[in-house]
Structure formats: structure tokens, C-alpha cells
């Protein structure tokens, strides 16, 4: 595990920050890609200081920007030889927030974040992580997916620009299910596209973990109160750092690519039917998710959205 290079982006909290200590105290030489450096380096160096690793690096990335990604991947690319795992753990979800947000590139946020920026990414270090005799992707998905055993529910395709800002209401939690939807999409296509360079891609549907007091402040009033209920409960996010490693790096998962891995690290299959009682098993349990991920119009379009919002910043890496 020594010779593992690592990247995490959002490793400065949360489950991102339980899975660096993991890596960190397993030996692995661990990148933290993070937006605030001033956070992230109180956490870099408490990280060094309990683990006694000094292969802890720390290098600054906003996942929502095309440009911050290109600057971080250009400057790893020139510093490190390969790179073995890649985890997209950052996500943007503004709990309470009632107003479209728009990235630099003038994209929703939460699909910059969630969606576009991990597309980009893996794409620009594709060619470094094929140098790796394992390398392995893994994306943070989410149970909020679940949410489109609905029937109705679609991906706002003619939105993610904030084009509609003016007259469709603006929900936080719909556009966050619906990013995070399509990052489920594009693991399964990215997973196709790298798999002659020995590339896997996954993605783990992230359960209930234990939420930060600064978390639960944003929430609605009523909300909130179900937080601190559910905290009582949740696990740690150490337990997904778990599982986080588990994935990346065991034999178990060494040859696994174009998966859903749930937090009880079992595969996650589509749905056979969304009707009746089985649908009722889709909604509450763990082991399916809705067709809607599979359908190929969907995939594709995603695909070719996500190609073209980048184009510029990928023309120099065809698809393969």
C-alpha cells in the first residue's frame, strides 16, 4: 500500500476526511484535493501528526471549476508518475438554499460539481492512472436516486444552465438526486470507455452517515429535528471511509467495473419491475436501482452533454 497514489477530492470533511486518515494510516501516499486551503491544512497536518505518514499532500481544487480542474490535473500530472486510485468523494449540497447557483463555466452548480467536474477530471488523469497496474475510479452516488423509481421523475436536461432560473422553482435536493443520477449514468458509460486501459470505474450509493452541526443548521426548522434523530443512529463516516478502501484497493473488487456497490458492499442491480410490491422493495431497500440509469437515450445524452460542456478542456483526450 505504500506505493499507492491516491487523489480525494473534498478530503477536508466528512467521509472525505475519514477516508484520507484511512488511506494515510494504511501507508498510502494520500492527494487531498480541496477547495479551502486554510481548513484543509489544519486537517492535512492533524492527519500527518496521528498517522505519522508524511506522504500527505495537500493541493487546492474546486470541482465545480473547468479551470481550477485543469490547473490541479496539469500540476499532478508534472509532479506525481501515475495515479493509482482516484476517489470523487466532493459534492455540493446547500442545505436551505432557494436560488440557482451558477459555477464559472455558468453551469448549475450542483451538476458542475457533482457531475461535470468528476467527468472531466477522470477523463484529463485517464492517461495517468493507466500507468498504474490497478488503477480504480470510484464515485460518491447517493440514495437520493431512488427517487427516480418515480416514473416522472426526469434529469432537468434543459436546465443545468440555469436557463430557466426565472420561471421553474429552484429545489436543491431535486437538482442534487438529479446530478448525482447522472454521475451514476456516466460511471456506467466511463467504465465501457477505460476499460482497454485497465481502468475500473465504480460507484458507491452512499447510506446515512452522521451529519455535521453546521450541516443540520442550514436544514428548515422540522427538518432539522429529523437530523438529530437520524444522527443518533447514523454511523460515522469512517465506516464509509471503510468501504471507500475496501473498494479501491481488495482483491474482491480488483476486476469490478461499471458497478453500484452499496454501503454493505454488495453490487446493486437494476431494477426488474417498478410496479407493485417489488416496488415498494425498490423504494426501501438497498439492492436495486431504477431503470431510468440503464435506459440508453439517457446515458447517451449525458454522455454527450458531458462531452460537450468540456470540449475544450478535453480535445486533446479522445474518447477510447
Given at each position: 500500500?505504500?506505493?499507492?497514489?491516491?487523489?480525494i477530492?473534498?478530503?477536508?470533511?466528512g467521509?472525505?476526511?475519514?477516508?484520507?486518515?484511512?488511506?494515510?494510516?494504511?501507508?498510502?501516499?494520500?492527494?487531498?484535493?480541496?477547495r479551502?486551503?486554510e481548513?484543509s491544512?489544519t486537517?492535512?497536518?492533524?492527519?500527518?501528526?496521528?498517522?505519522?505518514n508524511?506522504?500527505?499532500?495537500?493541493?487546492?481544487l474546486?470541482?465545480?471549476?473547468?479551470?481550477?480542474?485543469?490547473?490541479f490535473c496539469s500540476?499532478f500530472?508534472?509532479?506525481?508518475?501515475?495515479?493509482d486510485?482516484?476517489i470523487?468523494?466532493?459534492?455540493?449540497?446547500?442545505h436551505?438554499?432557494?436560488e440557482?447557483?451558477l459555477?464559472?463555466?455558468?453551469i448549475e452548480?450542483?451538476?458542475?460539481?457533482?457531475t461535470?467536474?468528476?467527468?472531466?477530471m477522470?477523463?484529463l488523469?485517464?492517461d495517468?492512472?493507466?500507468k498504474?497496474?490497478d488503477?480504480?475510479?470510484?464515485?460518491?452516488?447517493?440514495?437520493?436516486?431512488k427517487?427516480?423509481?418515480?416514473?416522472?421523475r426526469?434529469?432537468?436536461?434543459?436546465?443545468?444552465?440555469g436557463?430557466?432560473r426565472g420561471s421553474?422553482?429552484?429545489s436543491t435536493?431535486?437538482?442534487?438526486?438529479?446530478?448525482k443520477?447522472?454521475?451514476?449514468?456516466?460511471?456506467?458509460?466511463?467504465a465501457?470507455?477505460?476499460?482497454?486501459?485497465g481502468?475500473?470505474?465504480?460507484a458507491?450509493?452512499?447510506?446515512?452517515v452522521?451529519?455535521?452541526?453546521?450541516?443540520?443548521?442550514k436544514?428548515?426548522?422540522?427538518?432539522?429535528?429529523?437530523?438529530?434523530?437520524q444522527?443518533?443512529?447514523n454511523?460515522?463516516?469512517?465506516?464509509?471511509?471503510?468501504?471507500?478502501?475496501?473498494?479501491?484497493?481488495s482483491?474482491?473488487?480488483?476486476?469490478?467495473?461499471?458497478?453500484l456497490?452499496?454501503?454493505?458492499?454488495?453490487i446493486?442491480?437494476?431494477?426488474?419491475?417498478?410496479?407493485?410490491?417489488?416496488?415498494?422493495?425498490?423504494?426501501?431497500?438497498?439492492?436495486?436501482?431504477?431503470q431510468?440509469?440503464?435506459?440508453p437515450?439517457?446515458?447517451e445524452?449525458?454522455?454527450?452533454?458531458?462531452n460537450?460542456?468540456?470540449?475544450?478542456?478535453?480535445?486533446?483526450q479522445?474518447v477510447r
Amino acid at each position: 500500500m505504500k506505493d499507492k497514489i491516491i487523489i480525494i477530492t473534498g478530503a477536508n470533511s466528512g467521509i472525505g476526511k475519514a477516508a484520507t486518515l484511512k488511506f494515510a494510516t494504511e501507508g498510502c501516499h494520500v492527494i487531498m484535493a480541496c477547495r479551502n486551503m486554510e481548513t484543509s491544512s489544519t486537517v492535512q497536518k492533524d492527519i500527518i501528526e496521528l498517522t505519522k505518514n508524511m506522504n500527505v499532500d495537500l493541493m487546492q481544487l474546486d470541482v465545480s471549476s473547468f479551470e481550477s480542474i485543469r490547473s490541479f490535473c496539469s500540476d499532478f500530472t508534472s509532479k506525481y508518475p501515475r495515479l493509482d486510485i482516484l476517489i470523487h468523494n466532493a459534492a455540493y449540497l446547500n442545505h436551505g438554499e432557494k436560488e440557482y447557483k451558477l459555477s464559472p463555466e455558468h453551469i448549475e452548480l450542483s451538476f458542475a460539481t457533482n457531475t461535470f467536474g468528476p467527468f472531466l477530471m477522470s477523463r484529463l488523469l485517464a492517461d495517468h492512472l493507466a500507468k498504474s497496474t490497478d488503477p480504480r475510479i470510484l464515485n460518491a452516488c447517493t440514495t437520493n436516486i431512488k427517487n427516480f423509481f418515480d416514473p416522472k421523475r426526469e434529469i432537468e436536461f434543459d436546465n443545468l444552465r440555469g436557463e430557466l432560473r426565472g420561471s421553474r422553482p429552484y429545489s436543491t435536493y431535486k437538482m442534487y438526486g438529479d446530478s448525482k443520477m447522472a454521475l451514476l449514468m456516466l460511471t456506467f458509460k466511463m467504465a465501457e470507455e477505460f476499460k482497454d486501459l485497465g481502468i475500473k470505474v465504480n460507484a458507491i450509493q452512499i447510506n446515512r452517515v452522521k451529519l455535521s452541526k453546521e450541516t443540520i443548521q442550514k436544514m428548515h426548522s422540522v427538518w432539522k429535528v429529523f437530523a438529530h434523530l437520524q444522527n443518533l443512529t447514523n454511523p460515522l463516516p469512517a465506516r464509509m471511509a471503510d468501504n471507500y478502501f475496501h473498494i479501491c484497493t481488495s482483491e474482491e473488487f480488483k476486476d469490478v467495473t461499471g458497478q453500484l456497490i452499496n454501503h454493505e458492499l454488495k453490487i446493486v442491480k437494476p431494477s426488474i419491475t417498478e410496479k407493485g410490491f417489488t416496488q415498494l422493495k425498490n423504494i426501501f431497500g438497498s439492492s436495486s436501482y431504477p431503470q431510468y440509469a440503464i435506459n440508453p437515450q439517457n446515458v447517451e445524452q449525458i454522455w454527450k452533454l458531458s462531452n460537450s460542456l468540456t470540449e475544450s478542456d478535453i480535445r486533446d483526450q479522445p474518447v477510447r
